[in-house]
């Protein structure tokens, strides 16, 4: 379960400095309950006592508050439906949208955010997703899929695209070496930039902070909503200003089929005079597990499918078509300009159930079969609602959507390569 609250900052933590002795770190903890994270402070060595006080210092202990209100409904605006510019009508302005597009391109206007900073719990491997092997008969890892198809416009446009690969501290050395080991999958490394996110602690049910080592809080990365903050960080602003890139198009390390970049979806949006475009897929199932496009409030928004209730999910329109019909799958066009027009704008915060190895009683790590706490998330799709317009904008999903959640079942290793079967990729 998702749980939907109010948040002042996703990267407040990170902001603060190091340094903060043991009393300072007592009275931390004790005015939020945590004093358990000082249980094996005194088997510590000096470095890791250091290491332990830098971390309780830095950690945003206002976040486990939010679990108190897990139960609560997220607070959310009027939601309608809005439908999305539809294949057809696509089709129909494909040479125009393309050709504004691959303008945009070659002027340099464009650049690409990977964001691989998950854990890919689901999937259940201990490497970056990027890293995972999807081939059968020879080497196809899903970062070599997104490259490949990356690829494909750099050829079409004639110039290389700036490519932001967003990772977290537990999987940038692996990402950055593999990557370089494969030689960016024939990617020009001039043009790939890595950056951080932050982390944020992860609790079981009560709020109570885990400790994954005797000196270590339990961290994990705080979703993919502080992207273009911990760009900006990294310094990378300034090179986006520099390149005078104008458009980032975001999008998620797992779905293989995943066009990255498309000329026809960046010239659609400019054509329309759009700040942001989503690209959307049809619904298989009123209830799959994808968030909708939709109005809230009268701006574009995105409910969750764990927000959709039973009347909205069996909606139809004038033409008996199904209102929230159009579901999102990760891949975002966002205007420059209009993302550093809401950097300081506050997401809300999720509240996600998972699996959370932690210290056991007896100082042993546990990695649990079944959730057991929660980490805390900010969410690229809450973005959406906070640019002025948005221009949904229909893909074929069995040419476009093969997303990799789990080993196998529903959006899976199994299914992806199934897809990318069909599109003609060898496996
Ligand atoms: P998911 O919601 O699938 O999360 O991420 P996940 O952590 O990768 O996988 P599970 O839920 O543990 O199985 C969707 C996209 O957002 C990125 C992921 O790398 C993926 O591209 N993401 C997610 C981040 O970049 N940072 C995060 O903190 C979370």
């Not at 002042?8 to 994270?37: D, F, I, N, V």
């Not at 486990?64 to 609560?72: G, I, L, Q």
């Not at 593999?178 to 950056?195: C, I, K, S």
Request: one cysteine or more.
């Amino acid at each position: 379960m998702v749980y939907f609250i109010e948040y002042e900052s996703c990267l407040k933590a990170a902001e603060r400095g190091t340094g903060m002795r043991l009393e300072q770190a007592k009275e931390k903890l004790k005015k939020y309950g945590q004093e358990h994270l000082l249980k094996y402070y005194d088997e510590l060595s000096d470095t890791e006592k250091e290491a332990l006080l830098s971390q309780i210092e830095a950690a945003d202990m206002d976040v486990p508050e939010a679990c108190r209100h897990s139960a609560e409904p997220a607070p959310r605006g009027v939601i309608t439906p809005l439908s999305a510019m539809q294949i057809p009508e696509i089709e129909a302005q494909r040479e125009s949208f393309t050709a504004a597009g691959l303008e945009a391109i070659r002027s340099g206007k464009v650049g690409a955010v990977l964001l691989a900073g998950g854990m890919g719990t689901r999937l259940g491997s201990e490497d970056p997703k990027g890293m995972f092997n999807v081939g059968l008969t020879r080497e196809l890892y899903i970062f070599e899929c997104q490259i490949h198809n990356l690829l494909d416009v750099v050829r079409s446009a004639q110039t290389w695209i700036h490519l932001f690969v967003m990772t977290s501290d537990k999987n940038h050395e692996k990402t950055v070496s593999f990557l370089t080991e494969h030689d960016f999958f024939g990617y020009n490394r001039e043009y790939v930039h890595f950056f951080q996110q932050e982390t944020a602690v992860a609790t079981d049910y009560r709020g109570k902070i885990f400790l994954e080592g005797k000196g270590r809080l339990s961290t994990s990365p705080n979703g993919n909503g502080g992207w273009f903050i911990s760009l900006k960080k990294a310094g990378l602003l300034e090179l986006v200003h520099r390149e005078g890139i104008e458009w980032l198009n975001v999008f998620a390390v797992d779905n293989v089929l995943q066009r990255i970049a498309d000329p026809c979806f960046v010239g659609a949006v400019i054509q329309k005079n759009c700040v942001a475009g989503a690209k959307v897929v049809r619904k298989n199932d009123p209830h799959e597990k994808v968030g909708v496009i939709c109005l809230e409030d009268g701006r574009p928004s995105i409910v969750e499918y764990y927000e959709l209730t039973e009347e909205m999910a069996q909606a139809k329109d004038e033409n008996g078509v199904p209102a929230y019909y159009f579901g999102v799958i990760l891949n975002y066009l966002f205007s420059v300009a209009e993302l550093e027009r809401i950097l300081e704008r506050k997401l809300p915060l999720h509240v996600v159930e998972k699996k959370i190895p932690y210290l056991g009683d007896m100082g042993e790590t546990v990695k649990p079969a079944e959730p057991n706490g929660y980490k805390y998330e900010c969410l690229v799709l809450d973005m959406i609602h906070e640019m002025e317009n948005c221009l949904p904008f229909e893909v074929e999903r069995e040419r476009e959507f093969a997303p990799i959640k789990n080993m196998t079942g529903v959006d899976s290793v199994e299914s992806a390569r199934a897809l990318l079967e069909k599109n003609g990729v060898r496996l």
